[in-house]
């Protein structure tokens, strides 16, 4: 058994034909799994719908982004905490115009109803007996901090306990991370898009296993960052300075701005 696991596109369609590129040229797999933040903050929200909606034996579950798509709530700092900390300003427009246009696109483009029905989690019993949890950001919830690597392993026990799963894979944080407490394991995958640490390409991970066991494999794919700036500003995407910021890797992790 083999799945690619992917989380948070962000609209990238370059970064995701690479990384499919990339899960091809190592023999393929059986299946995927996609963790959620397909469209938002990005240049080709529909785009990589279609791309995704193709896969074989596919299994989504939504994100923070995904959700507010189809609910209003915008992600990102609160008008409170930009009023009391205005380099935060910049960030609150940007996610806000970005979300805007996005709803305009996939709206349009008839994919609203796919957006409700993506579920919470996703769960998996591996052939030697290992339970696996997919989910966006921790057990329970789309959102929030994230598994972030400054958490203690008391934080990071707090958070795993309610799993009931030997293996939790998320992404949301944009930031990849490999740990191990009380006999769970949690897995980030970091991001296709919008990278919130040093290396600028495009992460995802591949699961095999077998009734011997299991691995994973995190794998990074570079891409052409500069075409997906220039898409932006050809399409005159309301957000397009503040996205290549992103994909420039000039954003600080949300864990690391002032509240």
């Not at 529909?46 to 909606?53: D, F, P, S």
Request: net charge negative.
């Amino acid at each position: 058994m083999r799945i690619a696991l992917i989380s948070d596109i962000h609209g990238n369609a370059i970064a995701l034909d690479a990384v499919l590129a990339d899960v091809e040229a190592r023999g393929g797999v059986d299946g995927y799994w996609l963790l959620g933040d397909f469209s938002a903050l990005g240049f080709d929200p529909v785009g990589v719908l279609e791309r995704v909606a193709a896969l074989p034996n596919a299994v989504f579950t939504r994100g923070n982004h995904d959700r507010a798509l189809v609910t209003g709530e915008r992600p990102g700092p609160s008008d409170e905490a930009a009023q009391a900390h205005p380099k935060l300003v910049p960030f609150v427009l940007g996610m806000a115009t970005s979300l805007a246009w996005m709803q305009g696109q996939v709206l349009a483009a008839g994919w609203w109803d796919w957006f409700t029905r993506l579920p919470l989690e996703t769960r998996l019993t591996l052939p030697d007996g290992t339970r696996v949890l997919g989910v966006h950001s921790a057990p329970g919830t789309d959102d929030g901090p994230g598994i972030i690597p400054s958490m203690s392993d008391e934080e990071l026990h707090a958070l795993l306990e309610p799993a009931e799963a030997d293996l939790v894979i998320v992404g949301h944080t944009h930031v990849p991370l490999d740990r191990s407490v009380g006999g769970r394991r949690v897995f980030n995958l970091g991001s296709i898009s919008n990278p919130l640490r040093v290396r600028l390409e495009a992460s995802y991970a591949i699961l095999e296993a077998g009734p011997a066991g299991y691995s994973l494999q995190l794998c990074y794919v570079d891409y052409d960052r500069e075409a997906v700036i220039e898409a932006l500003e050809r399409l005159k995407h309301p957000a397009a300075g503040f996205l290549a910021r992103f994909i420039r890797g000039e954003m600080t992790p949300p864990w690391a701005r002032t509240k």
